[in-house]
C-alpha cells in the first residue's frame, strides 16, 4: 500500500487491538488520569470552558458598568437624555443584570417627580442629534453601538449557560424537603 494514500475503512480496522489488549512490541497507553487532579482531560477542559466563558461574561458586565458611567457624563443633563440602565430583577436569574435604556424625560406639572424615566427599545432612534446634543451625539451614538454588541454577546453566553444550568437540573436539595 502506498504511505501517501488514504488508508481504507478494513486497513483501519485491521490496526485496531482488542479491548484490553496491548499491541505486541509497543508503550502502554498513556493514563487517562494524567495529573494530580484527579480529572479526566475532557473535564478539565470543559472546566476551563467553563471558566474562560465566565471570565468573558464578568469582562463585558464591568465593560457595561464602565459605557454606562461614560455615557452619563457625556451627554448633557437636559430633557431627552437616553441613558442605559443595567437592573436586577430580583429573582435568581442568569441574565442579571439586564440592559434597559431609558430616556429621560423632564415633566414640570409632576411637582413631586419632575424627571421621569421611559423606556426606549431602540436607543439609536430616540438619540437626539440637534441643539445641545450635538457635540455629543457621535460619542454617544458609537458607546451605544458598543454596548448593543457587548449585549448581544452578553446574550448568547447567557442563553448558553441556561441551557447547561438546564441539561444538569436543579442545583441543591429538592425543594419541600
Known sequence: M???????????FDQVEPAGLEPSGSR????????ETGLSIGVR???EVCLAALTRLQEIEDTLRELRQLLREDQP?????????????GKKCLGCPHVRWKQWRWHPRNKRHPW?????????????????????FPLASSRIRQVLELSAER??????LHDLRRTLGPFGPPKGR
Open 77 to 89: 443633563k437636559k430633557d431627552g437624555v437616553v441613558l442605559l440602565e443595567l437592573a436586577d430583577c
Open 2 to 12: 502506498d504511505s501517501n494514500a488514504d488508508p481504507s475503512v478494513e486497513d483501519l
Open 45 to 47: 477542559r470543559a472546566g
Open 155 to 160: 446574550e448568547r453566553l447567557v442563553r448558553r
Open 116 to 136: 421621569q424615566a421611559h423606556p426606549v427599545p431602540f436607543p439609536l432612534r430616540k438619540l437626539r442629534r440637534t441643539g445641545i446634543f450635538a457635540a455629543s
Open 28 to 35: 502502554p497507553a498513556p493514563d487517562p488520569v494524567p495529573d
